[in-house]
């Protein structure tokens, strides 16, 4: 089964931006759809961005307009572009196939006020 490590994260102002990467042990090309997910103290796990196979996306509500997944085949990688970010998009962020898999460590993105 295809493993997946995220990276990327950090600390950012109100405003900045952060680029995560999500690094897959395997192939990713025949994986129906990948996502990036992300979960804040005391909140529930939410979908953010998903691409499918064939390179349609959909995003949440909160982040549209403002981050872009994108994926690299040849290297097996699951990107995700955060831009203006806001405070409320402190979570731990996490990337997954669908259907769901097992679930990594997510990297964690604080963005100060």
């Known amino acids: 089964q295809v493993q997946l490590v995220e990276s990327g994260g950090g600390l950012v102002q109100a405003g900045g931006s952060l680029r995560l990467s999500c690094a897959a042990s395997?192939?990713?090309?025949?994986?129906?759809?990948m996502g990036w997910y992300r979960q804040a103290p005391g909140k529930q796990r939410e979908s953010v961005a998903i691409i499918s196979s064939s390179g349609i996306t959909t995003y949440a509500v909160s982040v549209k307009g403002r981050f872009t997944i994108s994926r690299d085949i040849a290297k097996n990688t699951v990107y995700l572009q955060m831009n203006s970010l806001k405070p409320e998009d402190t979570a731990v962020y996490y990337c997954?196939?669908?259907?769901?898999?097992?679930w990594g460590q997510g990297t964690q993105v604080t963005v100060s006020s």
């Open positions: 395997g192939s990713i090309f025949s994986i129906p759809a």
């Open positions: 997954n196939r669908l259907p769901i898999g097992p």
